[in-house]
């Protein structure tokens, strides 16, 4: 089983393909419901292939989408846990390398199979929603009294007046909650003494300066971007040729106060952008190639970034183009930025997001421990 991408009447259009090289009908009934909704083209393709895991699975057990019930359920999840990973080539999101016994992982991470019983559970719940189930999520789930018992401090405004009951799948993965590894200054700048262009320096420091995702750089236009106020608009758009877009529904306005970002983008847009594009887009391929004056799309990113990390000697599995907005969240809060201001910088929906970088280090954690330090030292001499 493959997900074939194909473009048609403008569209980006995903299908899970069978064995016999035809879609799977209900999967694709179910990722058109998903487009209707308006998800991003990266959300559907995720979604496609989690469920070619459940109809591989099937396969192996003789099963069909009709007869999967909660028992199956449980025999997905121990099939989940023994499917080897293949090893990404390309990655937009922060990966994690995980070990047992100090030799790398080789089967699916624990969020990974959680994603894929996610998305199963999403599938079911539209056949129900369609009328082509007349029975419950075969992924159940029940109320979970842990959810409730969340401390006030991550409680938002009016959560005791929610008329919604916590609720947890039955079938999960227990995982635990990673950090993000921001590089450090050397490998930062060794990062971006191997960057070969204007133009690639300037995406690279948008991301790093401006904390923007890597759609939110792809997709800037030129009316974005206010060099006199040195800042720029993130938008929300859908119309990007090669599908990049901001995650975030939220518009929002970034300032770039640090000269580098800014004075990078003016570099480009004088020296390298072709003066004959007919496009508003800000990053575009330029040279000389049959495809000079085409908008940069996510797979040219990560290209220009894993060859830059390769020359500068960064190999670690989770440094991607997305880890740059990690870096610069995380300096942020150890700057001394606060937790609303830098989840509004951001354009996290959710406070949660933003708390990542929380646990990074927490400027208070690291007070009360110095405090704590010196007044022990201070006991120890007055022992003395």
């Known amino acids: ?61 003789g099963l069909s989408w009709d007869r999967f019930g909660p028992p199956d359920a449980i025999a997905l999840l121990e099939y989940l846990r023994s499917v080897p990973s293949r090893r990404p080539r390309q990655r937009m999101t922060l990966t994690v390398a995980t070990r047992d016994a100090g030799v790398p992982a080789t089967k699916l ?21 369609a009328g082509r189930l007349d029975r419950a999520n075969p992924i159940e789930k029940r109320p979970d009294p842990a959810l409730a018992r969340v401390s006030e401090r991550h409680r938002p405004f009016m959560g005791r007046a929610s008329r919604q009951r916590p609720v947890r799948r039955a079938v999960r993965v227990k995982t635990v909650q990673q950090v993000p590894r921001p590089l450090d200054e050397r490998q930062v700048e060794a990062l971006l003494a191997q960057l070969r262009s204007v133009r690639d320096k300037a995406i690279v420091l948008l991301m790093l300066q401006g904390g923007l995702r890597p759609g939110e750089t792809l997709g800037l236009r ?18 990007h040729p090669k599908g990049a877009r901001s995650k975030s529904r939220y518009e929002r306005v970034v300032d770039l106060h640090e000269p580098e970002a800014l004075t990078a983008v003016s570099a480009y847009m004088m020296a390298e952008r072709p003066d004959d594009a ?22 040219g990113l ?24 990690h870096i610069h969240a995380t300096r942020m809060w150890e700057g001394g930025m606060r937790e609303l201001t830098l989840q509004k910088r951001l354009g996290h929906a959710s406070p949660e997001s933003t708390r990542i970088y929380i646990r990074v280090s927490d400027p208070a954690v690291v007070a009360d421990y110095s405090h704590a330090l010196g007044n022990r ?8």
């Open 1 to 61: 089983m493959r997900v074939q991408h194909r473009w048609e009447n403008g569209s980006h259009q995903i299908e899970l393909l069978g064995d016999d090289g035809e879609p799977v009908e209900v999967v694709s009934g179910f990722l058109r419901f998903l487009a209707a909704r308006n998800l991003s083209p990266n959300t559907l393709v995720s979604y496609a292939y989690d469920l070619r895991h459940l109809w591989r699975f099937f396969a192996e057990r």
């Open 109 to 129: 991470a624990g969020t990974t199979v959680n994603r894929v019983l996610a998305a199963v559970s999403s599938f079911y719940e539209y056949l129900i929603l």
């Open 222 to 239: 030129l009316e974005d971007v206010a060099y006199g106020r040195r800042r720029v608009v993130v938008r929300h758009r859908e119309d």
């Open 278 to 299: 007919d496009t508003t887009l800000v990053f575009l391929i330029c040279g000389k190639g049959r495809r000079r004056l085409e908008p940069l799309g996510y797979g």
């Open 302 to 325: 990560v290209r220009m970034f894993t060859r830059a990390c390769v020359r500068a000697g960064i190999r670690e599995p989770w440094v991607t183009p997305h880890a740059l907005r």
């Open 377 to 384: 030292r201070g006991d120890a001499g007055e022992a003395r």
